[in-house]
């Protein structure tokens, strides 16, 4: 039996973001959608996490940021992009700064829609990303 | 037997007269390795004669007494005092060597000093086997050290005059004195000792003569000086009293009358001899000598023989009020000795503290005056002065090598220096980790304060609780930082390669020595330490330590732990680079990406719990409570009766 | 059943105990915050994915030192129960916690040593009890075992009224519970990333919350040492002092190491001191 399944925990990277998709992912820890129901936890430590939820997009600073926390992180593990400059670039996609979005520096498995994402589809994300991590593991055991 | 003791006391002389002529390394090595071959091999040979028996008296061949050779030998030291005194501008210490030297010519003069009995000469006991063992093979293996120590030393201080000569012969010296000392049962001769003792100590303090050492070596003498006063003044007080002067029927039993004075003023002497507040500040200054001095005054010599007057008085002092008082300076000194350890930043001087406060626990054992106590404090002089000796070699060692004495700056140990912490870690494991050593001599003492009635016996607790919890903390700093991992370059890695091998020699067997001990724990004390403690005490049958085989094979496991991870860790290959630093990547020399470009290193440093507890004052604190205590026990001891 | 077998018992029982009281927790904690908070199971959950992920070794030493950390937090619980002296076990209790903060400090990173020194601090704040508070027990019932101070017709609690108030405090410390969680940053709270399980990954966060859960129960039979006149009793009280605990670390941020080590200092000196002090003057 896998317990990824059951004890996803996760770490939020918040890269180029208008902070809208951050406070929509903080929205899923609160009463209301209580996503610890799940074993989800939010760690803030890529040695603990095994998804590495990323909102906003990455620019010429915080590349290295978002290789050195994705290098950190214990296999298995997967990425969310969450929210439209997660995923492409977003509004932001012709500043001059952005390189688009988070696939540009690390693989992502699963991308989630929305300007801001709602915090149901980032549920639903997470839920696809443990999906992605179980495959994963049973590749690599 | 005798001639064996003999030789302990005499041949040391003779090797260091020998050495003050010889300024040649090439020669005086060679010496001091078979000299202290010699001593280290007529030791145990002493103690092999001895068997395991209780006390034996004996005097010297054809009932030779002293007599006019002590006062020799006092006026010999005296004038060395005030020749030396005078000529660096100092008055106290000849003046209080010439009032001890009045004292000892007016009961001569006046015929008043008793007579020593020529068959009782000296006392051997298991106590005294114990002293032997550990000057003997310790204090030798100090001398060992110091021959590659002292090379380096001087090469890395150009500035200081090398005397070599003089520094080994007095080593010697002291050896010799130590062995007098622990086996002399007429209490003249074992002044003269003594007085030895003090004077060696004292030269080895101000063995670099900057005007520093110079004012900590006087420092030294002074203190000592005023113990050795009243040690002389507890002779006179015995001396009109027609008791006699032989020390073991003096401590037979609990003392009362002018015995108690004495046995008052006697510990006043063991007291400062042992570095306990308010006396304490004269072993601190004895940190800035080279480190074989430091070892050997920690370890095996000096304060040891302090704590030994201590341990002897104890059946005297046993359920007196004056025994009480004499915990009370004990237990005060480690307290307030541990509360000022945490905030030091100095290893040398962390190591002090740790001392004084370990012999405190000694002196707080030894004036309860109890069997089980007696027995607490002879296990720490045995494990104290095993991991006490290696510790300090280790950190001159260190010392010499990364020319540092800061704590902070021994950080990543074990990857610089992989072999010397394996040695570093054997060493603390010895003094702190093992739950036996010093850990199970806290257990057993807070067991024994247990009984003592009244208010005292809480206050002992209290102590005890808050004092090992403080101990606990600086010995963590101190692990921390030798554990602590990094990569290194070559040049790194070549600096443990230029230790020499009469370093390793000496602080491996101390290495080896404290596990050993550690594991045979419960043979010396079933077989030694127990009997001694009965015999002491003319105390029935008891056993003092239950250790089922099991048990032990655990707590084994816990000193050979950290050793044996340094060992095998110390030749892994891993990534040093990968730990978490908020997303910014650093690289393996712990040099990491700044916010605005550019790149910092990152150092990491111990809390020394500035804000909440000041060390120099705690340290002022401490040597007014103890010294009042100290003046009440005297007090008590000379009114009271 | 002879003391040994409580003791084997204990490296099997106490984890399930203490893992049990860890989802408990979560759960009453998520209650409290309006929320329903995750299955009662979920520790064991956590601790099996632990297991099952890679572990990331930043250096060689700090598996093994989290594994002696894990070995003698086990063995206090073994020792205690199978009849070693009271006091000696408080030196054992001190030395596994030791061992964590070792792992800890080895990292050389920087959360990972602010968390390891904070760790010494609480460790220097809350020993000082255990070693009194063993010592009281052991002056109280003239006993010097587990089983020993059970079968004593003393009344602990009622004559250790001082320790119990210091205990609840010191346990704070010792649950990690806010205001005193200083050092690790339990899950809701992340001051200083994870304070000294920041560089530990995969089976070596298991190793500490393993210990974690031993720890749990050693301090649930102390509880039962204090109760000591009936066991299910002391369960109780352990069940209130363990909710009072879950209470405070909600509704209260975390205190600076400073504020810890003097107040647990001196709750330690006034109310058990205070308390150790009366006995011995009462039983002359
Ligand atoms: S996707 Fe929209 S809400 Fe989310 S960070 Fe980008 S701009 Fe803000």
């Given at each position: 039996m896998s317990f990824f399944s059951r004890s996803p925990w996760i770490l939020h990277y918040d890269g180029s973001s208008c902070n809208g998709c951050d406070i929509e992912v903080l929205a899923c820890?609160?009463?209301?959608?209580?996503?610890?129901?799940?074993?989800?936890?939010?760690?803030?430590n890529p040695k603990h996490a095994d998804i590495l939820l990323v909102t906003g997009s990455v620019n010429e600073r915080n590349i290295e940021i978002v290789e050195n926390l994705y290098r950190q992180m214990p296999d298995p593990k997967v990425v969310v992009a969450v929210g439209a400059c997660a995923c492409s670039g977003g509004i932001f996609a012709r500043a001059y700064n952005i390189q688009g979005g988070i696939d540009k520096v690390i693989p992502v498995d699963v991308y989630v829609p929305g300007c801001a994402a709602r915090p149901e589809s980032i549920i639903d994300g997470v839920v696809q990303g443990i999906a992605a991590l179980e495959a994963k593991r049973k590749k690599t055991a | 037997m005798t001639s064996l003791i003999a030789f302990l006391i005499a041949f040391p002389i003779v090797v260091g007269t020998i050495l003050l002529l010889i300024t040649r390394a090439s020669i005086r090595n060679p010496i001091v390795l078979v000299a202290s071959a010699a001593i280290a091999a007529a030791s145990v040979a002493t103690v092999v004669t001895f068997g395991n028996g209780d006390g034996v008296f004996f005097g010297l061949p054809g009932g030779i007494v002293p007599g006019q050779a002590l006062l020799a030998a006092e006026i010999a030291i005296t004038a060395l005092i005030v020749v030396i005194g005078l000529m660096n501008r100092r008055i106290l210490a000849p003046i209080m060597a010439i009032a001890q030297l009045a004292i000892a010519l007016f009961l001569e003069v006046t015929g008043r000093m008793p007579e020593a009995d020529p068959q009782r000469l000296f006392w051997f006991d298991r106590l005294s086997m114990v002293m032997i063992l550990v000057i003997g093979l310790i204090g030798t293996l100090i001398c060992v050290n110091a021959i590659g120590y002292m090379h380096d030393y001087h090469r890395s201080n150009p500035m200081i005059k090398g005397r070599r000569n003089v520094f080994f012969s007095i080593l010697f010296i002291f050896l010799a004195g130590m062995f007098g000392l622990v086996v002399s049962n007429y209490l003249p001769m074992m002044l003269v000792f003594w007085e030895i003792t003090t004077v060696c100590s004292f030269l080895l303090i101000g063995y670099t003569r900057t005007p520093e050492t110079i004012g900590y070596a006087f420092k030294a003498l002074n203190m000592n000086l005023l113990g050795g006063l009243g040690f002389g003044l507890a002779i006179a007080l015995l001396a009109d009293q027609?008791?006699?002067?032989d020390f073991a029927k003096l401590m037979a039993g609990p003392a009362s009358g002018t015995l108690l004075a004495a046995v008052a003023l006697l510990a006043f002497a063991g007291i400062t001899k042992s570095a306990q507040m308010p006396f304490s500040s004269w072993l601190i200054g004895a940190m800035y000598a080279p480190s074989p001095t430091s070892a050997l005054l920690h370890s095996s010599t000096m304060v040891k023989a302090g704590v030994f007057l201590l341990l002897r008085l104890s059946p005297a002092m046993s359920g007196s009020t004056v025994g009480y008082l004499v915990t009370f300076v004990g237990l005060g000194t480690f307290l307030f000795v541990s509360l000022v350890a945490v905030t030091e930043q100095n290893t040398k001087k962390v190591l002090a503290y740790s001392t004084i406060g370990s012999l405190g626990l000694i002196v707080g054992c030894a004036g309860i005056g109890t069997p089980e106590l007696a027995w607490v404090g002879v296990m720490i002089i045995i494990f104290h002065a095993l991991a006490k000796g290696l510790l300090f070699l280790v950190v001159g060692t260190i010392e010499n090598r990364l020319y540092t004495k800061d704590m902070e700056n021994f950080d990543t140990l074990l990857s610089r220096l992989p072999r010397v912490s394996v040695l570093a870690l054997a060493g603390i494991a010895g003094m702190f980790?093992?739950?036996?050593g010093i850990v199970v001599a806290k257990w057993a003492a807070i067991r024994a304060f247990l009984l003592v009635p009244g208010g005292q016996g809480a206050v002992m607790i209290l102590i005890m609780a808050f004092g090992s919890s403080l101990t606990l903390f600086y010995w963590g700093k101190l692990l921390i930082k030798v554990l602590s991992m990094r990569s290194i370059s070559d040049y790194e890695r070549s600096?443990?390669?230029?230790?020499s091998r009469y370093e390793w020699f000496t602080e491996g067997a101390l290495a080896v020595g404290v596990i050993a001990v550690t594991a045979s724990i419960g043979l010396i004390s079933d077989r030694v330490v127990g009997p001694y403690a009965l015999s002491a005490f003319a105390a029935g049958p008891q056993t003092f330590l239950n250790i089922e085989p099991a048990m032990l094979v655990v707590m084994l496991a816990a000193v050979l732990f950290l050793p044996l991870l340094a060992v095998w860790a110390s030749t892994r290959k891993f990534?040093?680079?990968?730990?978490?630093?908020s997303g910014r990547s650093a690289n393996a020399s712990h040099v990491m990406g700044a916010a605005l470009g550019g790149s910092k290193s990152v150092t990491l440093r111990n809390y020394y719990l500035e804000g909440v507890i000041n060390g120099a004052m705690m340290f002022r604190v401490g040597t007014l409570a103890c010294g009042a205590i100290l003046i009440a026990m005297v007090t008590v001891g000379m009114v009271v009766r | 059943m002879t003391p040994a077998v409580y003791g084997v018992l204990f490296v099997f029982l106490a984890p399930v105990f203490g893992g049990l009281l860890a989802g408990v927790d979560r759960r009453v904690s998520a209650r409290m915050q309006g929320r329903i908070g995750p299955p009662l199971l979920q520790p064991f959950y956590d601790l099996g994915k632990l297991l099952q992920k890679q572990a990331r070794q930043v250096n060689p030493v700090v598996e093994p030192l989290l594994l002696g950390h894990v070995f003698f937090m086990a063995v206090s619980g073994v020792l205690l129960l199978s009849g070693t002296d009271l006091i000696f076990i408080a030196f054992v209790f001190a030395l596994a916690a030791l061992f964590l903060v070792l792992a800890a400090g080895s990292v050389n990173s920087p959360y990972s040593f602010a968390g390891a020194e904070r760790e010494l601090v609480v460790l220097l704040a809350s020993e000082p009890f255990f070693i009194l508070m063993m010592a009281a027990i052991c002056k109280v019932t003239g006993a010097s075992t587990y089983a020993g101070v059970l079968a004593s017709p003393q009344l602990v609690a009622v004559q250790l009224p001082g320790v119990l108030l210091a205990f609840l405090l010191v346990a704070t410390i010792k649950l990690r519970?806010?205001?005193?969680?200083?050092?690790?940053?339990?899950?809701?709270h992340q001051e200083l990333v994870s304070g000294l399980t920041t560089d530990m990954s995969g089976r070596m966060l298991a190793y500490v919350e393993l210990a974690h859960w031993y720890e749990s129960a050693l301090l649930c039979a102390f509880m039962v040492l204090l109760f000591n006149w009936s066991v299910p009793l002391g369960l109780l009280a352990f069940a209130i002092a363990y909710a009072l605990e879950v209470l405070v670390d909600n509704s209260t941020s975390r205190a600076k190491w400073q504020l810890v080590l003097r107040s647990t200092w001196a709750a330690t000196l006034v109310f058990s001191g205070g308390n150790v002090l009366a006995l011995f003057l009462l039983s002359r």
């Amino acid at each position: 039996m896998s317990f990824f399944s059951r004890s996803p925990w996760i770490l939020h990277y918040d890269g180029s973001s208008c902070n809208g998709c951050d406070i929509e992912v903080l929205a899923c820890l609160t009463p209301l959608y209580d996503v610890e129901r799940f074993g989800v936890l939010n760690t803030g430590n890529p040695k603990h996490a095994d998804i590495l939820l990323v909102t906003g997009s990455v620019n010429e600073r915080n590349i290295e940021i978002v290789e050195n926390l994705y290098r950190q992180m214990p296999d298995p593990k997967v990425v969310v992009a969450v929210g439209a400059c997660a995923c492409s670039g977003g509004i932001f996609a012709r500043a001059y700064n952005i390189q688009g979005g988070i696939d540009k520096v690390i693989p992502v498995d699963v991308y989630v829609p929305g300007c801001a994402a709602r915090p149901e589809s980032i549920i639903d994300g997470v839920v696809q990303g443990i999906a992605a991590l179980e495959a994963k593991r049973k590749k690599t055991a | 037997m005798t001639s064996l003791i003999a030789f302990l006391i005499a041949f040391p002389i003779v090797v260091g007269t020998i050495l003050l002529l010889i300024t040649r390394a090439s020669i005086r090595n060679p010496i001091v390795l078979v000299a202290s071959a010699a001593i280290a091999a007529a030791s145990v040979a002493t103690v092999v004669t001895f068997g395991n028996g209780d006390g034996v008296f004996f005097g010297l061949p054809g009932g030779i007494v002293p007599g006019q050779a002590l006062l020799a030998a006092e006026i010999a030291i005296t004038a060395l005092i005030v020749v030396i005194g005078l000529m660096n501008r100092r008055i106290l210490a000849p003046i209080m060597a010439i009032a001890q030297l009045a004292i000892a010519l007016f009961l001569e003069v006046t015929g008043r000093m008793p007579e020593a009995d020529p068959q009782r000469l000296f006392w051997f006991d298991r106590l005294s086997m114990v002293m032997i063992l550990v000057i003997g093979l310790i204090g030798t293996l100090i001398c060992v050290n110091a021959i590659g120590y002292m090379h380096d030393y001087h090469r890395s201080n150009p500035m200081i005059k090398g005397r070599r000569n003089v520094f080994f012969s007095i080593l010697f010296i002291f050896l010799a004195g130590m062995f007098g000392l622990v086996v002399s049962n007429y209490l003249p001769m074992m002044l003269v000792f003594w007085e030895i003792t003090t004077v060696c100590s004292f030269l080895l303090i101000g063995y670099t003569r900057t005007p520093e050492t110079i004012g900590y070596a006087f420092k030294a003498l002074n203190m000592n000086l005023l113990g050795g006063l009243g040690f002389g003044l507890a002779i006179a007080l015995l001396a009109d009293q027609h008791l006699g002067l032989d020390f073991a029927k003096l401590m037979a039993g609990p003392a009362s009358g002018t015995l108690l004075a004495a046995v008052a003023l006697l510990a006043f002497a063991g007291i400062t001899k042992s570095a306990q507040m308010p006396f304490s500040s004269w072993l601190i200054g004895a940190m800035y000598a080279p480190s074989p001095t430091s070892a050997l005054l920690h370890s095996s010599t000096m304060v040891k023989a302090g704590v030994f007057l201590l341990l002897r008085l104890s059946p005297a002092m046993s359920g007196s009020t004056v025994g009480y008082l004499v915990t009370f300076v004990g237990l005060g000194t480690f307290l307030f000795v541990s509360l000022v350890a945490v905030t030091e930043q100095n290893t040398k001087k962390v190591l002090a503290y740790s001392t004084i406060g370990s012999l405190g626990l000694i002196v707080g054992c030894a004036g309860i005056g109890t069997p089980e106590l007696a027995w607490v404090g002879v296990m720490i002089i045995i494990f104290h002065a095993l991991a006490k000796g290696l510790l300090f070699l280790v950190v001159g060692t260190i010392e010499n090598r990364l020319y540092t004495k800061d704590m902070e700056n021994f950080d990543t140990l074990l990857s610089r220096l992989p072999r010397v912490s394996v040695l570093a870690l054997a060493g603390i494991a010895g003094m702190f980790i093992a739950p036996f050593g010093i850990v199970v001599a806290k257990w057993a003492a807070i067991r024994a304060f247990l009984l003592v009635p009244g208010g005292q016996g809480a206050v002992m607790i209290l102590i005890m609780a808050f004092g090992s919890s403080l101990t606990l903390f600086y010995w963590g700093k101190l692990l921390i930082k030798v554990l602590s991992m990094r990569s290194i370059s070559d040049y790194e890695r070549s600096i443990e390669r230029r230790i020499s091998r009469y370093e390793w020699f000496t602080e491996g067997a101390l290495a080896v020595g404290v596990i050993a001990v550690t594991a045979s724990i419960g043979l010396i004390s079933d077989r030694v330490v127990g009997p001694y403690a009965l015999s002491a005490f003319a105390a029935g049958p008891q056993t003092f330590l239950n250790i089922e085989p099991a048990m032990l094979v655990v707590m084994l496991a816990a000193v050979l732990f950290l050793p044996l991870l340094a060992v095998w860790a110390s030749t892994r290959k891993f990534d040093a680079a990968d730990f978490y630093t908020s997303g910014r990547s650093a690289n393996a020399s712990h040099v990491m990406g700044a916010a605005l470009g550019g790149s910092k290193s990152v150092t990491l440093r111990n809390y020394y719990l500035e804000g909440v507890i000041n060390g120099a004052m705690m340290f002022r604190v401490g040597t007014l409570a103890c010294g009042a205590i100290l003046i009440a026990m005297v007090t008590v001891g000379m009114v009271v009766r | 059943m002879t003391p040994a077998v409580y003791g084997v018992l204990f490296v099997f029982l106490a984890p399930v105990f203490g893992g049990l009281l860890a989802g408990v927790d979560r759960r009453v904690s998520a209650r409290m915050q309006g929320r329903i908070g995750p299955p009662l199971l979920q520790p064991f959950y956590d601790l099996g994915k632990l297991l099952q992920k890679q572990a990331r070794q930043v250096n060689p030493v700090v598996e093994p030192l989290l594994l002696g950390h894990v070995f003698f937090m086990a063995v206090s619980g073994v020792l205690l129960l199978s009849g070693t002296d009271l006091i000696f076990i408080a030196f054992v209790f001190a030395l596994a916690a030791l061992f964590l903060v070792l792992a800890a400090g080895s990292v050389n990173s920087p959360y990972s040593f602010a968390g390891a020194e904070r760790e010494l601090v609480v460790l220097l704040a809350s020993e000082p009890f255990f070693i009194l508070m063993m010592a009281a027990i052991c002056k109280v019932t003239g006993a010097s075992t587990y089983a020993g101070v059970l079968a004593s017709p003393q009344l602990v609690a009622v004559q250790l009224p001082g320790v119990l108030l210091a205990f609840l405090l010191v346990a704070t410390i010792k649950l990690r519970k806010s205001p005193f969680d200083i050092s690790t940053s339990h899950h809701p709270h992340q001051e200083l990333v994870s304070g000294l399980t920041t560089d530990m990954s995969g089976r070596m966060l298991a190793y500490v919350e393993l210990a974690h859960w031993y720890e749990s129960a050693l301090l649930c039979a102390f509880m039962v040492l204090l109760f000591n006149w009936s066991v299910p009793l002391g369960l109780l009280a352990f069940a209130i002092a363990y909710a009072l605990e879950v209470l405070v670390d909600n509704s209260t941020s975390r205190a600076k190491w400073q504020l810890v080590l003097r107040s647990t200092w001196a709750a330690t000196l006034v109310f058990s001191g205070g308390n150790v002090l009366a006995l011995f003057l009462l039983s002359r």
